[in-house]
């Protein structure tokens, strides 16, 4: 017989069986409460004494403050010294703190204050978000609120962006004193991680000698034909860190060699900050002004040597960036085209696999370059004759050149001269175009005669700047050519006995380049100006 449905009206009713709110309720639950797992958190900006101070102050303070409640749990104080409150990303403790209390191991946060906690309203609003969905207070002492309260996001809200506008605030001030330090020309050296100087009594970088030569070694060595990564290896090897106690790597010597800082000069701003919230650093590629300052401090390389690494950094890269690991890239010059030989290899999978250096532009004009390949032992054994050859006459070319030629070719006196009448030239020009300039602002003038004005003082400024930049280059090929002698002459009195082996050192020394003839004659360019010729054949 089949069931029937009941057919009586259900009837609903609704039981309390928990409510927080009633007092009563809670005599039913026997067990005995945890203790609250409470944590403090504690940060300064800076590393200064003040900031120092509180910074203990802060640990000490809630240390004790929580340890003497009965029914508090102290789990620990997280603490960030010296890190900028507008982002959590690089803040360990803070960090650390978010992760332990999402892993279920604090209950409450204490801390001094809302900008302590945070300066940026939506890494605030987030963080504190995701602690309430997992049951995790955060208490902030000065405004007495906290992140349970019903009405806590509304104000916290507003106290976050507060405390961001202040932030945004503080960073607008910073940047403009340090641009009115930079049009000053006080330069800003981070200390910590600058090799080779330290701050001076006087605000300035001072040399610290035994860092210094590590700095002269990079250079020299980088001159005498070693690649970066070879100067790292061979610092590594020396047992010779970093200031950080890192091994060097090649980007580390190539920012050594670039920094015109070592040669005395400083250009400031070379970066700046794009948020004041994100502290993302770029590059000053136009951006923002940059300043540079010339003689600004004690010099650890001379400015000669200084831009003969620029001049060796840009032919070692002159060929988009296929740097071949040899004495000779870079430095063998085809004598049809001009164009620079490249290192190649032929019957790569074979037996008779041959590495020869032959023009990289030989297909590349209306005509076949007719200058012929070379090998590595060719040019070493003609550099070795030559070498004899040098030998011979050596005692000659160092009386003539250190008595008679060596102090006039350094010698930059009349181009000093001449650049300093240029830059007051340059000077008068400016306040004159800035005359004009105020001038046409508060008066009424003729439009088209202020124009032509303008036009022919700007004229005049942009071809000063090309006269000044002009005098610059010959300064400094001037002293390129004088580093190149005393290069030449080292390399010369190294040369005590006849010649057997290729020496890479000495080919470094002797010899800016090598050009290859259609007629197979090798003309060695030396370091002195002076050149030398020998045929392929009497080589083979």
């Not at 602690?131 to 208490?139: D, M, P, Q, R, S």
């Not at 001076?200 to 060595?221: F, M, T």
């Not at 100067?231 to 050594?256: V, Y």
Request: proline fraction near 2%.
């Amino acid at each position: 017989m089949a069931l029937k449905a009941p057919t009586n009206t259900h009837r609903r009713e609704t039981v309390v069986v928990f409510d927080p709110d009633n007092s009563e309720s809670k005599a039913y639950c026997f067990t005995a409460p945890r203790k609250k797992r409470v944590a403090a958190y504690a940060r300064v900006s800076t590393e200064q004494d003040a900031q120092q101070n509180s910074y203990d102050a802060q640990i000490e303070y809630y240390t004790t403050y929580i340890k003497g409640k009965p029914d508090w749990e102290f789990v620990g104080i997280y603490a960030d010294e010296g890190i900028s409150g507008t982002s959590y990303k690089n803040r360990s403790g803070f960090n650390r703190m978010i992760d332990d209390a999402k892993a279920g191991k604090i209950d409450l946060i204490l801390t001094k204050s809302i900008s302590r906690f945070s300066r940026n309203t939506v890494d605030s609003l987030t963080v504190t978000r995701e602690l309430k969905a997992k049951g995790v207070e955060v208490y902030f002492e000065k405004e007495n609120i906290s992140s349970m309260d019903k009405t806590a996001e509304l104000v916290f809200t507003m106290l976050s962006s507060i405390a961001q506008e202040e932030s945004r605030s503080i960073s607008e001030n910073v940047r403009w004193g340090k641009q009115r330090s930079m049009e000053a020309g006080k330069v800003y050296v981070s200390y910590k991680t600058f090799l080779g100087y330290e701050k001076g009594e006087d605000g300035l970088p001072k040399i610290v000698p035994e860092e210094a030569e590590i700095v002269r070694n990079i250079y020299r060595r980088y001159l005498e034909g070693l690649t970066l990564n070879q100067i790292a290896s061979e610092l590594t090897a020396n047992g010779i860190t970093t200031l950080k106690g890192n091994k060097w790597t090649k980007d580390g010597i190539r920012r050594i060699l670039t920094n015109e800082k070592y040669k005395g000069d400083a250009r400031l701003q070379k970066t700046y900050v794009d948020d004041f919230l994100t502290k993302q650093v770029k590059i000053n590629r136009g951006e923002r002004k940059q300043w540079y300052v010339h003689d600004s401090h004690d010099a650890i390389v001379s400015p000669e040597t200084f831009e003969l690494v620029q001049k060796e950094l840009a032919r070692r890269s002159s060929r988009g960036g296929r740097y071949y690991d040899s004495p000779f890239t870079g430095k063998i010059i085809c004598g049809d085209c001009g164009g620079t030989y490249g290192h190649k290899v032929w019957n790569s999978n074979r037996p008779n696999r041959e590495e020869v250096w032959l023009c990289d532009d030989r297909y590349n004009n209306e005509s076949v370059c007719s200058t012929p390949r070379i090998k590595d032992e060719e040019l070493e054994r003609a550099f070795i004759v030559i070498e004899n050859r040098l030998l011979q006459k050596r005692q000659d070319f160092i009386e003539d050149y250190e008595r008679d030629i060596l102090p006039l070719i350094g010698n930059t006196n009349v181009l000093d001269e001449r650049m300093n009448v240029l830059n007051d030239e340059l000077a008068e020009l400016i306040e004159q175009i800035e005359r004009l300039i105020q001038d046409n602002a508060h008066h009424a003038q003729n439009q088209e005669n202020y124009t032509a004005q303008f036009n022919e003082l700007n004229d005049r400024i942009e071809e000063k700047k090309a006269m000044i930049g002009s005098i610059k280059q010959q300064i400094s090929d001037t002293l390129a050519r004088r580093e190149n002698v005393r290069i030449f002459l080292t390399g010369l009195k190294s040369l005590n006995s006849i010649v057997e082996k290729f020496d890479i050192p000495s080919w470094h020394a002797l010899v800016d380049h090598v050009i290859i003839m259609p007629d197979k004659t090798i003309v060695f360019c030396l370091r002195n100006g002076c050149e030398e010729t020998i045929h392929l054949a009497e080589v083979q």
